[in-house]
């Protein structure tokens, strides 16, 4: 009875273990019953032969899934005519995949974890990896014994940035280190304005790299125009920030002949997280910081797994190798792979949710996660999923996405870690590292099987015939196999195909992109996008609100009380003056109040940036509109305007 499981906490759920066999709900069923594997893939090949190929989707999560699931997974979607597949990187990174895609032709990292170390000046904007890639701070730590000074362009001052114990070194493990040598306060969504601001400082002072930009770039005289006409005012008043506290930063970075840019979540999460991103890319490359040791651009990947999710085509309007679903690119796929390849953009998940929600969906697909506690405004996302005829949910753990009443069906499938892949299995880090991890031996769960084994068995199920050339004529018969097709679709994962022991690995593009001095855009030059700061005018009396992670992995809570800031999960963080002005104290109840929802939470005064909340996510989705995108990419924007009240106040 799936109703003494909905009021469990995720973790409650996670410690009930893994899930062992596939089993069924059919409408008005209290619970799941078990199935055989045959008689699932049948049900759901049975649907899939009978309905109009755009009208479902599939979506992979980032827990730990492979390139070979992402390739196997995104193949059979196309297969069977659609393209509406995607991956979690829709809502972390895709900003960075746009801009640096349309500025250089890559839409990774363009160095590695190694040139942190030596590099004059080590930036991190809107990114707190003491958090969210503790590991990276062995490389902080090392960068600060060679003489890099770090700075952090943020609204909090995150106290585990400016001191932390790593526990790899032994002296830092015992007395800590002091890692952020300065820090730069901005408004939540203020990260244009300043960056222009300090752009704009540059030019000025003319201490911008012209040989690099003469000879390697394009646009950049557009740009110094359009950062000319923005007023010292305007930047001041949208970043938060003085014209004198910008030109600090801009004093850093003139000083800097190399230097690496950071940027993550704080960055792209914005219905303008592109601009965001590019902001941060004109900057770097009107310093020459492309191409050279000690120099680079850095999107830092939260988990493993999501970088190759989109470069092996897991993505809707993207197919593998990063080839433009269209026409053309439905052309050369199809005659790489041997079937007809639909040619017409794909769905992301944030428009397949409102298509649920509309009754256009008969069919959705989920391997891992929890709409219900990752996507803005829950209740409409629970609407949308019980509007969906047939439901898959394939994962390792139970999820409450999954006990949402079916309209008709809703499968779960048991699905296997990457360690228990049979072949092994590889993922790409953020540094363009491929990664291989061998099959572990030992005992299994149950009849779990890899996602990419269930692809290709219902491709076959759903169409034999057609499916002959899927699988064992195409190369997707082992997780050997399906490397060496990755290595003929993917030409710059080439290595990947000779992966095959613990330890392998290949960087692609080698340690830097763009070492020649040429990009991957068709001219070979680096191209300059101007961007205009938005215009972020906080109503008096109110605050911009954005989400922040804790002791996390995704949406899966790890602790109630996070380790690095003393916060617990219904905390507000907020500056001391901010809540002296609401006559509010540490630990008072207060409500949050935006356009769509309420949330009570409790004051923690911290080092804010005054007029900007921040809450933990997903605690905080009830208060984000579901309807803001980006418009270049369709990340949510998890930010929102709220008004706060003393105490617990009902709606």
């Not at 960075?96 to 930036?123: F, H």
């Not at 939540?188 to 222009?196: K, R, S």
């Not at 006990?403 to 008709?408: A, H, K, R, S, Y």
């Not at 954005?546 to 916060?567: C, H, I, Y």
Request: glycine share 10%; with cysteine; hydrophobic share 40%.
């Amino acid at each position: 009875d799936v109703s003494e499981l909905e009021g469990l906490s995720g973790e409650e759920l996670r410690k009930l273990g893994r899930i062992p066999y596939p089993m069924v709900r059919r409408r008005g069923d209290a619970g799941f019953s078990r199935i055989s594997w045959d008689g699932a893939l049948d049900l759901v090949a049975g649907r899939l032969r009978d309905i109009d190929p755009k009208r479902w989707a599939i979506y992979l999560t980032s827990r730990g899934i492979t390139n070979e699931v992402y390739y196997a997974t995104q193949k059979v979607a196309r297969f069977l005519g659609t393209n509406n597949v995607d991956n979690s990187a829709r809502i972390c990174h895709a900003p960075s995949t746009t801009a640096l895609k349309r500025s250089i032709g890559y839409a990774a990292s363009t160095c590695s974890y190694s040139d942190w170390i030596g590099t004059d000046l080590l930036v991190f904007i809107g990114s707190h990896v003491a958090n969210n890639q503790p590991v990276a701070t062995k490389y902080m730590y090392r960068a600060k014994e060679e003489g890099t000074r770090i700075a952090m362009v943020n609204s909090f001052r995150e106290p585990a940035m400016e001191q932390y114990w790593i526990p790899s070194i032994v002296d830092s493990a015992l007395f800590g280190s002091k890692l952020t040598d300065d820090f730069f306060q901005v408004h939540q969504g203020g990260d244009v304005a300043f960056l222009n601001g300090v752009l704009k400082h540059l030019i000025e002072r003319e201490a911008v790299d012209r040989d690099f930009i003469d000879q390697q770039t394009v646009g950049f005289d557009a740009l110094t125009a359009d950062v000319a006409a923005q007023s010292w005012g305007d930047l001041e008043r949208f970043s938060g920030v003085s014209q004198d506290e910008m030109g600090r930063f801009a004093d850093l970075v003139a000083e800097a002949r190399n230097a690496v840019f950071v940027w993550s979540m704080g960055i792209t999460q914005h219905r303008f997280g592109v601009d965001n991103v590019q902001a941060i890319v004109n900057l770097g490359l009107a310093r020459g910081y492309l191409g050279r040791e000690k120099c680079g651009l850095m999107p830092i990947r939260g988990h493993s797994g999501v970088q190759g999710g989109a470069e092996v085509g897991a993505v809707p309007w993207s197919f593998p190798g990063g080839r433009a679903v269209g026409e053309e690119g439905a052309r050369e796929m199809s005659d790489l792979w041997g079937f007809e390849v639909p040619s017409s953009r794909g769905l992301s998940p944030v428009r397949v949710v409102p298509a649920a929600h509309r009754s256009e969906m008969d069919l959705r697909w989920d391997s891992g996660g929890d709409f219900l506690g990752t996507v803005p405004d829950p209740a409409y996302c629970r609407e949308a999923l019980e509007r969906v005829p047939f439901r898959v949910h394939q994962d390792i753990v139970l999820a409450h996405q999954m006990f949402v009443e079916p309209d008709d069906t809703v499968l779960l499938l048991p699905a296997t870690t990457r360690y228990e892949q049979p072949g092994g299995g590889t993922e790409t880090a953020t540094e363009r590292r491929i990664y291989f991890s061998p099959e572990i031996p030992g005992p299994r769960i149950g009849e779990a099987r890899s996602e990419w084994e269930v692809f290709v068995d219902l491709a076959h199920r759903v169409d034999p015939e057609r499916a002959r050339g899927v699988g064992e004529g195409v190369g997707m018969e082992s997780a050997k196999a399906i490397r060496d097709d990755i290595a003929r679709a993917v030409p710059f994962y080439a290595g990947i195909q000779n992966l095959e022991a613990a330890g392998d690995a290949v960087q692609w593009g080698g340690p830097r992109l763009c070492a020649d001095g040429r990009t991957a855009l068709p001219d070979g030059k680096a191209h300059f996008h101007p961007v205009a700061p938005p215009e972020l005018d906080i109503p008096e009396g109110q605050f911009h609100l954005s989400t922040r992670r804790g002791k996390q992995f995704n949406s899966m809570v790890q602790a109630e009380r996070d380790p690095l800031t003393g916060g617990e999960r219904d905390h507000v963080f907020m500056a001391p003056a901010d809540a002296e002005r609401l006559g509010l104290s540490e630990g008072d109840p207060l409500t949050l109040v935006s356009e769509v929802g309420t949330y009570h939470g409790t004051c923690r005064p911290s080092d804010m940036k005054e007029r900007n909340l921040q809450v933990f996510w997903p605690e905080a989705n009830p208060l984000i509109r579901r309807d803001v995108v980006e418009p270049q990419c369709g990340i949510p924007d998890f930010t929102a305007i709220v008004r706060v009240e003393p105490g617990h106040v009902s709606p």
